[in-house]
């Protein structure tokens, strides 16, 4: 207990030194008795941290057994320790002792056994979900793997819901979500590498990829990236991946977050890097693109025709979430000429008695509508929905009522909600919402110039961002005509033979020619 005492009293230490090797000199000694009060000191005598002393086979030799009950599967440690070790074993009556090794061979039937003589496996363990198992006379023991995994049950996508193809999400499980992608792909090339984060909370999260088809460049840019992060409790994966990335501050993501297995799946076939985080239903995909980021999964399950007029009509749906209040305000208040007379009669006979001008009223109606989405999004899923369509239509036709808004200025306005949502990846989404306001400022004040100007400033920054060492708008300006077959419009399957060289796989070869036309007799 000395030793203890002294250890928590050092001021000295900082607190990363702490964190990481306060417990790493602290072994386990032969008396249960005091690996377990060391436990509880280390553990600050939690409520949770759960212990049973009992003797070994009908033996007199006292054993204990430490877990969070929180966190352990308390059947598995009934069946699988507890009761092989008290009643269904009988060697140390007829050997009277034994090492570590024999007990754990013998006597437990638990799926994942170690020996461990450190506090610090053994904390991390614990805190974990494992059962610590010390015996009299050992200066060993040994961590048991009996964590429980209780957790919603597998359901459908949320934010990325699709009208046909697989409807399963992933889930705060770790091990599901690893197991959501293997029965997918069945490949024994496919690498899960764990690793843990965090100085404190020290979260699991594996890396994943297809040896032999991703760059080990960027595998090992990847994994470099992560083990210099330093954070102090769990971060999110799209958080801990967002401070890792090229461009941190950036407004559009460079990181693809999805709670879809099957677009795991169809990034790690094309030799991209997935990274999944225990606690969080979600996976990251890195690199990405912002091509990449307007696919859905309902674009592989249609005729390559009708799908790359999907994805164009989404391009259309971008432009259109961004610009159009502050094409409108450039077209009406600095080049009316532009627009046929009898429009600029109407528009003009809509706007009177209208208090505001034309760009005062597109920012009333972009502030309700974005009050309006969050709304939605806050309230509960049942009130959600029927609480945004109402509010819209009642606060809507309140203010053209009342003179506050024109009424063209509410169809516009609807009409930018309704494009907004045809963008399939939420942070894009999110980024394009937020360019409205500068390109309506831009428009106020150098009419339609000031919008191209704002465009081309725009492109110009999208070319110069980076995903990873990758460019952000491949494949659109890439130097490979075979990538554009799945960038904005999506080519056949049969044209699609290889994977995207802008990836620069390993094996490149995505549909062999032979079994192709095998295919096709």
């Known amino acids: 207990m000395g030793i203890l005492k002294k250890l928590f009293k050092q001021k000295q230490k900082t607190p990363e030194q702490f964190n ?33 002393e009992f003797n ?175 954070v102090d409790g769990q971060a999110t994966t799209a958080q801990m991946m967002r401070m890792i990335v090229d461009r941190p501050n950036s407004i559009f993501p460079l990181i693809q977050v999805t709670e879809r297995p099957d677009k795991v799946v169809s990034a790690l076939s094309e030799g991209r890097v997935a990274i999944l985080m225990n606690g969080n239903p979600e996976a990251v995909i890195a690199p990405t693109t912002l091509p990449i980021l307007m696919h859905s999964s309902d674009d592989y399950f249609e005729n390559w025709m009708i799908a790359s007029v999907i994805r164009l009509s989404r391009m259309v749906g971008v432009f259109v979430t961004a610009l159009f209040p502050a094409l409108y305000i450039a077209v009406t208040a600095f080049h009316p000429d532009m627009l046929p007379i009898n429009l600029v009669l109407s528009i003009t006979s809509s706007r009177m008695g209208v208090p505001f001008p034309a760009y005062v009223e597109a920012l009333l109606m972009v502030f309700t509508l974005e009050l309006l989405q969050e709304a939605g999004i806050r309230l509960p899923r049942v009130v959600g929905q029927t609480v945004s369509i109402v509010g819209g239509l009642v606060i809507g036709q309140a203010a053209v009522s009342a003179g506050i808004v024109s009424p063209l200025m509410v169809i516009i306005t609807s009409i930018t909600a309704v494009a907004s949502f045809t963008v399939p990846d939420y942070s894009l989404g999110l980024a394009l919402r937020f360019l409205r306001v500068p390109f309506m400022i831009l428009a106020v004040t150098l009419g339609s110039f000031g919008v191209a100007m704002g465009m081309l400033a725009g492109l110009t920054y999208l070319a110069s961002l980076k995903s990873f060492g990758l460019s952000y708008l491949e494949p659109i300006g890439t130097r490979y005509p075979s990538d554009w077959k799945d960038g904005m419009i999506r080519g056949s399957l049969w044209s699609m033979k290889k994977r995207p060289k802008e990836l620069n796989p390993e094996d490149p070869i995505r549909l062999s020619k032979r079994k192709r036309e095998k295919n096709r007799e």
């Open 56 to 230: 070994l086979a009908g033996s007199s030799r006292r054993a204990a057994i430490l877990f969070v009950s929180t966190l352990a599967n308390e059947d598995m440690i009934q069946e699988h320790i507890l009761k092989p070790l008290i009643m269904e074993s009988a060697v140390f009556n007829t050997r009277g002792s034994m090492d570590l090794n024999d007990i754990r061979n013998s006597m437990l039937s638990a799926d994942s056994i170690q020996i461990v003589e450190s506090f610090d496996d053994i904390v991390l363990g614990v805190m974990a979900g494992d059962t610590i198992l010390t015996i009299q006379g050992y200066d060993k023991g040994i961590l048991i793997h009996t964590r429980g995994n209780q957790g919603r049950t597998v359901g459908e996508p949320a934010t990325e819901p699709s009208v046909k193809g697989p409807q399963e999400a992933f889930v705060e499980i770790l091990k599901i979500n690893i197991g959501l992608i293997r029965r997918r792909l069945l490949d024994p090339n496919l690498c899960f590498e764990m690793h843990k984060m965090g100085r404190r909370a020290k979260a699991d999260y594996v890396i994943a990829y297809m040896k032999g088809i991703a760059n080990k460049e960027l595998v090992s840019e990847i994994k470099n990236r992560l083990s210099v992060l330093d």
């Open 20 to 52: 990481s090797h306060a417990w790493s000199h602290l072994m386990l000694s032969g008396d249960i008795r005091d690996n377990i009060s060391r436990l509880n000191e280390i553990m600050n005598h939690s409520s949770d941290l759960k212990s049973r």
